[in-house]
């Protein structure tokens, strides 16, 4: 693939590092920084001091230290970079030591050398720190020894006694050291072990909950109450509401366990669920064996009304061509109406999503007045779709709370081999 320079950055291994390597990075080379700065000193010393010898050390430290980092810029190769410095950090200190004389006469500058296993476990990890902390000790030893057969008597105290004393007083404080250390990071990346499990769960879990949550509301409500919303009521103008009752179902019960009942409830609703998300229409709710869903609510399809219809037919055909459903007897009734609503979530523990208004009680109400098989509708919906579908004649009935009022029986599509009318059409009353 073409990079484009100040257009796409080209993904190198230094954008793709975490905020812990990017941190033992830029340690690494502070350590750098602060050793050659500490060598710049410690080569005025002992030139002042006529170790012109011994100078070579900080000199040659110092070129290979410069270098490596000059080549980690280059390269990015932390790793060659890492070893690199570990490995000056280590020998360097006992090399000058050696060239000066003994540890004493060195004034111990063989301490320096733990900054190798320590900056392991820093910048690296505390297995790998392992080796270089054994090399420390390995090195500790071996200056003892040439303390041991080199040293002479100072102040009445064998200087082979002062070599091993002293080996073994650096070797036991930078054990202590060090383990103190690698306990530290021990515990710090078992911590950040449970804190990584608990997050990846905690993530799973909140997943969970938002799956729960989006079968239960309306995305857009779902990601109102996600952002603590306390009070949701929303008044919506124009909306197709539909009531789906399932006929004698009540009866039918009497003779199903609880378990076939459930079962045979669930496979229904769950499959009237499938052609309420193929329509872009909204499930509401269920009420026993009734169904509630509506049109309308996002406004992201126009042809709403349209879609609640074919919805209504597919729920019908859908009951009566299943041979399970056909052995129970079991048939659907449907009412619809149109117009406005007040939505809004309540409760505070096992909230609801739900619907009010006229609209709501037209619809339930036209539900109750139909028998098997008949999707009944009010006048509004059916000014909306009389041209795509076919309606028997207008009948009068009553209703509780309204009076009279017209309702219309659909049918089908106009032509029943046509396709559903395509959502963009605008509704209109």
């Known amino acids: 693939m073409t990079n484009f320079p100040g257009i796409i950055p080209e993904i190198t291994e230094e954008t793709t590092d975490t905020q812990e390597e990017k941190l033992r990075k830029s ?26 010898y011994s100078a070579n050390v900080p000199v040659g430290y110092q070129i290979i230290s410069v270098a490596s980092l ?49 900056g ?22 071996v200056s003892g020894t040439f ?40 515990e710090m990346d078992r911590i950040k072990d449970q804190l990584d499990q608990q997050h990846q769960l905690l993530a799973e879990e909140q997943k969970k909950s938002e799956r729960v949550l ?14 603590n919303q306390d009070l949701i009521a929303d008044g919506h103008a124009d909306v197709t509401v539909m009531f789906a009752d399932l006929v004698d179902f009540t009866q039918l019960t009497e003779s199903l366990s609880p378990e076939q009942m459930v079962a045979l409830l669930n496979r229904i609703f769950s499959g009237f669920d499938e052609l309420c998300e193929k329509h872009g229409v909204e499930k509401i709710k269920t009420i026993g064996d ?5 049109g309308g609510l996002s406004r992201e399809r126009d042809n709403y009304t349209c879609d609640i219809a074919n919805l209504a037919l597919e729920m019908r055909e859908s009951i009566n061509k299943d041979p399970q459903f056909a052995k129970y007897k ?45 999707i009944q509708v009010d006048k509004t919906t059916y000014n909306r779709i009389r041209h795509e579908y076919d309606f028997a004649p207008p009948a009068i009935i009553h209703v509780k709370g309204k009076g009279e009022m017209i309702m219309y029986r659909l049918n089908s599509l106009v032509d029943s081999n046509a396709q559903a009318p395509q959502t963009g059409q605008g509704a209109s009353a």
């Open 70 to 118: 000059l080549y980690y810029f280059k390269t990015k190769r932390f790793e060659t970079f890492r070893f690199i410095q570990l490995s000056l950090f280590l020998f360097a200190p006992f090399v000058m030591q050696w060239s000066i004389g003994s540890s004493v006469t060195s004034s111990g500058v063989m301490l320096w050398a733990l900054l190798a296993p320590i």
């Open 147 to 186: 303390d041991y057969f080199l040293g002479q008597e100072v102040g009445g105290v064998p200087m082979k006694t002062i070599g091993i004393f002293f080996a073994l007083n650096f070797a036991a404080m930078s054990s202590i050291i060090y383990f103190l250390v690698r306990y530290f990071v021990v």
């Open 290 to 294: 009734a169904y509630m869903v509506v």
């Open 120 to 141: 392991a476990l820093v910048v690296s990890s505390w297995r790998e720190s392992i080796p270089w902390f054994i090399a420390y000790i390995v090195m500790t030893v």
């Open 330 to 374: 079991l048939g659907i009734h449907t009412g619809i109406a149109t117009g406005p609503v007040v939505a809004g979530v309540i409760g505070t523990k096992r909230f609801i999503y739900d619907l009010w208004g006229d609209t709501v009680n037209i619809a339930s109400r036209l539900t109750d007045e139909a028998v098997r098989d008949v």
């Open 27 to 52: 340690l690494l080379i502070f350590a750098c920084a602060f050793m050659n700065l500490a060598v710049v000193l410690w080569l005025a010393i002992y030139w002042m001091m006529g170790l012109h």
């Open 214 to 227: 989006l079968n239960v509301l309306p995305d857009s409500i779902a990601q109102r109450l996600k952002h």
